[in-house]
């Protein structure tokens, strides 16, 4: 419900994106008849039992895209994550770091775009109850072991953005109070984008010469930063990553520098190193 | 005229490469239709779509032998995207078509003659623009998509009679205009969680 419109808040696509887009569905042969150039951002969920070839692209003959690929310059979202097969989980590793895929075959290599935003989807464990306040889990430790171990440490290590999502209150369900709309979202979004702009790198494909100098830390988000890399033992790539969602969240809320409490606020995302994988 | 050329593009990964395709006719049995060039299954079947499509297109078909050169000859060809191209050459070799060298061909032929839609076009039209070949004949269906690519003339074609019309009479025909289209509406209403502050900080991660 949440991931479905995560779509809806992102900046549209530039011209350059919809024809990179446009061009790999055209080429996988999906583009629904009489259509130009995509307009909206591509939202790709495939099924749990994709393979790895449905995944990241191949088959017989000329290697086909795959979802990884379909979702350039959108979103890929895998639901209910534990449940896709563990080598198909790992092939994402390399494709989230490079932002394409290559395939080496005997006759040729190719290379897809694949740029892609990956939201996933787990329950705490296999019933789902693990930490429910009113219903009782049952499964056994070494169940949600076994359905949590699906994903690797690796793989956790490249998502920078973990949230838990209790049910909601019956109360909340039911009341009149409208939120805050896709639109005025999207506003805060693209000024954060602008920010980000001028400074000349999206803070994502910012290179690791420059991160320390545009997340710079003040003495108290030194300490915040110090404390929590002993204190949950993160690694290099996640420290990286959370000066890297501490400079985004200060852009979303237009401040010039990183603070503590952003830094604080993009350390409590990585709630899942925390408290189900120790 | 037994010896005749024209072009088409094959998809390789994303991008697609210019293929030149001779078709030679000669003396000998209609039986004899060889294609070369590393076609794969669908390409060498395509020869049973052609003699069809030609058939009942009226335009008959020559009691001789065919060659068909897929040129360069060592990339490996695939899909159904040259029937088109395929079946203008050999127009050309019985000398309904005078030339085709300035045109781009692709399109899947059914069996009446019409003219199916193919995968990869955007690429195929991109390809023909970088290439310099201005035309870009392709299934009517895939018009839109192909017209996407600004700098060569699209042309959305419905039945192998009208691309011959259109080679005797280029001038009688109108390319075709991309419309500028809407972009539709997405946005829906976000359910209130507590996390709606995480997504709005997500899409970053772009």
């Known amino acids: 419900m949440l991931a479905k419109r995560f779509v809806g808040i992102l900046p549209p696509l530039t011209f350059q994106e919809a024809l990179e887009t446009t061009q790999i569905h055209s080429v996988a042969g999906i583009l629904p008849p009489g259509t130009g150039l995509l307009t909206n951002r591509p939202l790709r969920a495939p099924h749990h039992t994709v393979s790895d070839a449905g995944l990241i692209g191949g088959g017989a003959g000329m290697p086909r895209p795959g979802e990884v690929s379909l979702a350039h310059n959108g979103v890929l979202f895998l639901d209910e994550l534990p449940e896709f097969a563990r080598n198909v989980l790992e092939i994402l590793r390399q494709p989230l770091e490079d932002r394409a895929v290559t395939l080496a075959r005997s006759n040729m290599t190719l290379s897809f775009p694949a740029s892609f935003i990956l939201v996933c989807a787990l329950n705490p464990c296999r019933c789902g109850f693990r930490g429910d306040a009113t219903r009782e889990c049952r499964c056994t430790g070494a169940e949600i072991q076994r359905y949590l171990g699906k994903i690797s440490g690796p793989l956790l290590d490249r998502i920078d953005l973990h949230i838990e999502v209790p049910a909601v209150p019956y109360k909340e369900m039911r009341s009149k109070d409208s939120s805050e709309s896709s639109a005025e979202m999207r506003v805060r979004v693209l000024e954060a984008r602008m920010i980000q702009q001028r400074r000349g790198f999206y803070n994502a494909y910012l290179p690791s010469t420059l991160l320390r100098e545009v997340c710079k830390l003040d003495d108290a988000g030194e300490r915040t930063l110090e404390m929590a890399m002993r204190r949950m033992g993160l690694s290099a790539r996640a420290h990286d990553r959370i000066l890297k969602v501490a400079r985004t969240i200060a852009d979303l809320g237009r401040a010039e520098s990183v603070g503590a409490k952003h830094l604080a606020e993009a350390i409590q995302y990585r709630s899942l190193d925390r408290n189900y994988w120790n | ?206």
């Open chain 2, 1 to 206: 005229m037994a010896l005749f050329r024209t072009r088409s593009a094959a998809i390789y990964g994303i991008e697609a490469n210019i293929i030149d395709v001779e078709v030679d006719m000669y003396n000998g049995s209609p039986r004899d239709f060889v294609t070369v060039g590393m076609p794969d299954t669908a390409v060498r079947e395509s020869r049973e779509r052609i003699k069809s499509a030609l058939l009942n297109s009226g335009f008959g078909y020559p009691k001789k032998a065919v060659t068909i050169n897929l040129a360069p000859a060592n990339v490996r060809k695939e899909g159904v995207g040259f029937d088109l191209p395929m079946a203008i050459g050999i127009l050309g070799a019985m000398g309904l078509v005078k030339s085709a060298d300035q045109h781009l061909l692709v399109g899947e032929l059914s069996l009446d003659g019409t003219l199916r839609p193919v995968r990869g076009v955007l690429s195929i039209a991109a390809c023909a623009r970088q290439k310099g070949v201005l035309n870009v004949i392709v299934p009517a269906e895939n018009a839109s998509e192909a017209g996407v690519t600004e700098g060569v003339r699209v042309f959305g074609m419905h039945h192998l009679a009208e691309v011959v019309a259109y080679l005797q009479e280029p001038d009688r025909f109108q390319p075709f205009v991309s419309s500028p289209h809407q972009p539709s509406e997405t946005d829906q209403e976000i359910p209130d969680f507590q996390d709606v502050r995480g997504q709005a900080s997500s899409k970053r991660a772009l």
